[in-house]
């Protein structure tokens, strides 16, 4: 999932740029959620000292503060080497600067004419999705699932578990950053991940990778972000 944060200093325009990516990313079911909409840019840098995913940032350049637009960006870089930068600005003269300040900003949008600013919005939006997409199928697995013709994709890596859930015929996908309940049965998956992924019981399939301590006692699996699951007593010898 990719975070979307939004710095402009300009309450009403700060609202509108939010409410743009809002109907963007719900008419598109766009895998992705604005974290935080601020003006001050201190206030975002902490919040992206934080955060766990990349992230899309749409930052005003002149922000009232003695930290502008392009310093914030030089900054964000250092804790999102990946994230996508787009200013949006009144002054288009600026865009020089981006070289200047080496934060590579995938793209420019003018306030001057509102219009063409929400189609250049949507479009950083789709653009963004795209080349995260890419990027991480290139460099880790991915398991992509698809809920109302929305695609979802979550890292190998960051799946901890699956488990049935109580709604007959779904399952709950147990990540590092969320859960997902989508259609299928344990025995689907099974067949369709690699051998990392083992059924430990009837009603869970788990991650080797992420487990953390497995209870022989209790018959209880521990995940590395806290999280448990039952191991059924055949499955014992296995783990």
């Known amino acids: 999932m990719l975070n979307i944060f939004v710095c402009e ?40 000292k934080t955060s766990q995913n990349t992230g899309i940032y749409f930052l005003d350049i002149d922000l009232n503060s003695n930290m502008n637009g392009m310093k914030l960006a030089q900054q964000i870089r250092l804790f999102d080497p990946r994230g996508f930068i787009i ?12 070289f200047q300040y080496r934060v590579e900003a995938m ?32 460099t880790h697995k991915v398991y992509t699932i698809e809920i109302g013709g929305r695609k979802i994709g979550v890292d190998y890596d960051d799946i901890f578990f699956f488990e049935t859930s109580s709604n007959i015929h779904k399952v709950i996908l147990h990540a590092k950053d969320r859960q997902i309940e989508f259609s299928g049965t344990i025995k689907e998956l099974t067949g369709k991940l690699d051998d990392n992924f083992v059924r430990c019981h009837r009603s869970f399939l788990v991650n080797k990778n992420n487990i953390n301590e497995i209870d022989t006692k209790n018959r209880i699996i521990y995940f590395t972000n806290g999280e448990s699951c039952l191991i059924s007593t055949r499955m014992m010898k296995v783990f």
Do not use: G
């Open 87 to 98: 200013f949006i600005t009144a002054h288009s003269e600026l865009s020089y600067m981006t």
């Open 107 to 138: 793209d420019f949008v003018l306030k001057d004419n509102p219009t063409e600013a929400k189609v250049k919005i949507r479009e950083c939006l789709l653009k963004a999705m795209e080349r995260y997409t890419l990027h991480t199928n290139k």
């Open 9 to 48: 200093d300009n309450t009403a325009q700060r609202r509108t740029i939010v409410q743009i990516i809002q109907d963007t990313v719900l008419i598109e079911e766009l895998d992705m959620q604005i974290v935080l909409d601020a003006e001050d840019p201190y206030v975002l840098l902490e919040k992206v």
